[in-house]
């Protein structure tokens, strides 16, 4: 979810100036939270030990006075100010992080949702019980002067509360939203969902996609297109259908963002495919990172450069050994190639899109755009069919437009699966046969995201929730009673190490270790996080699954929180009450 702005430090290092900042515009106008030197100045004097830090800082008065009292401090200073005094301007002309949000309880928030009934196990009935509370802690309101006086706020303005990842992460972020929505609306909070979904469709209307995240330094890329399996998923819970037609153009205008923007054309024999990549064509560092990879960039077309770790971010996996193709060194940030690679999960996920799309236009009784889309889909299983299945394997692989299939394991090689995108029922039997092949199944506190070791966040011995999902429910697809077992022993391998780790730590994270017993993760560009909005609403969609075979595995011991004691006793004790 990350970027960086020592980049434009180096450039003036090795002398190359600004030579080619004029090729690529720059992630957003700001000359304060995207680009310039006062941006430049600050986060190269490392005033904060995270980088998002300042830029999630707001103004204490108008950017235009910032700005002039900053040219004055730097021409006193020959354009190298001291540390001391960066500090002095920053405390002086900014505001701690948060001060534009205020914590928000939902007003549809329940103490106990009725999926907490399935739970057989009484230790995970009560885990999941405090799931449910957490989400009063990662509600969200922003205040009405982002609205008013937006110039002076990296965040962007969303008319209703919503539920964020946790940790530093204090704004909306488009694909971990997917799943955060799962959880709330097994939670029964469907207001909050359909507020949140309002947000995105309104960023849509706005900007003509929705955003990495909920800043103006990520209004430049996007992230896995979900918004149409968001709509699908409260629709089914609510049957809110004058929604949906309220909203289905906004819905077809945001997957039109990614036909015109995110479309590339690939040939095979004697036919062309149109498929879909990441791709985020604009200059300049990320705003938001630090000086960690320095010697990623002493080669090579930097502009270049920057413009595949944008895409890197905007694919999610931000980042993995999947896009590091293109160097001599294939663990080092200077091989990536994000935007030359066609990924499955993309993919599959405009797949499901455009047959959800389908199914709306329908109920909604066009039939002629029912009929577009339902085209749009199958073009698009053909064209999966014929680049990225390997029959042979018995995966889909990310397609390398100058270097064929990308052979590695990735739990995004059964996205189709998923997604529901695949013809020939057999398919899921073949996937559990590539998943014992790459002995991906010996590995017992789940899956992880990769084989390889590179000391990114989206590689081994990390493991993430979606990516959790995306295997599990694909297995679940299959009629095969061996293979729906191998899909619930994944999900109790998942819950265990979930559950296991909060009853150590009394939290949940946005990433695991799996490879010593179950740890919170690591890698990648800052400390693991705490939270954890998807990781939350993965493990209440899977208790509510398999709730009545799930079983925490683990005695009550002293090394269980108290708060899950008092917790357990509480909800022992309602269960007795005549209500």
Known sequence: MAWKTWELHLLLLLGLGLRSWGALPPPCESQIYCHGELLHQIQMARLFPDDKQFVDMSLSTAPDQVLQRFRELAEAHNHSIPRQQLQEFVQQHFQAVGKELQPWTPGDWKESPQFLQKISDAKLRVWAWQLNQIWKKLGKQIKPEVLSQPERFSLIYSKHPFIVPGGRFVEFYYWDSY??????????????????????????????????????????RSQPPLLTLMMDRYVAHTNDITFLRENIETLALELNFWTVNRTISVHSGEKSYNLNRYYVPFGGPRPRSAAALFCSVLTGDREALWAELKAGAESGWDFSSRWLVGGPNPDSLSSIRTSKLVPVDLNAFLCQAEGLMSNFYSSLGNHSQA???????????????????????????????????????????????????????????????????????????????????TGQQWDFPNAWAPLQDLVIRGLAKSSSPRTQEVAFQL??????????VYSQKSAMYEKYDISNGGQPGGGGEYEVQEGFGWTNGMALMLLDRYGDRLTSGTQMTPQVPPCLVAALMFHLLLSFLPW
Not at 191 to 219: A, S
Not at 407 to 430: H, I, M, Q, R
């Open 371 to 453: 009929e577009r889309y339902r085209n749009l889909r199958a073009q698009r299983l053909a064209a999966l069919s014929a680049l990225l299945w390997d029959e042979q394997k018995g995966a889909w692989f990310d397609y390398d437009t100058e270097k064929g299939k990308n052979l590695e394991f990735y739990p995004s090689n059964l996205a189709p699966l998923w997604a529901g995108c695949f013809s020939d029922p057999a398919t899921v039997d073949k996937a559990l046969k590539y998943l014992e092949d790459s002995q991906v199944l010996t590995y017992q506190h789940g899956i992880p995201t990769s084989l390889r070791n």
């Open 491 to 500: 999900a109790q391998n998942w819950i265990r190490t979930n559950f296991d």
């Open 179 to 220: 799943w955060v929505m799962e959880g709330l609306l097994l939670s029964e909070m469907t207001e909050t969902v359909k507020g949140m979904l309002q947000n995105f469709l309104d960023l849509v209307k706005t900007y003509g996609h929705i955003p990495n995240g909920g800043r103006v330094y990520y209004l430049q």
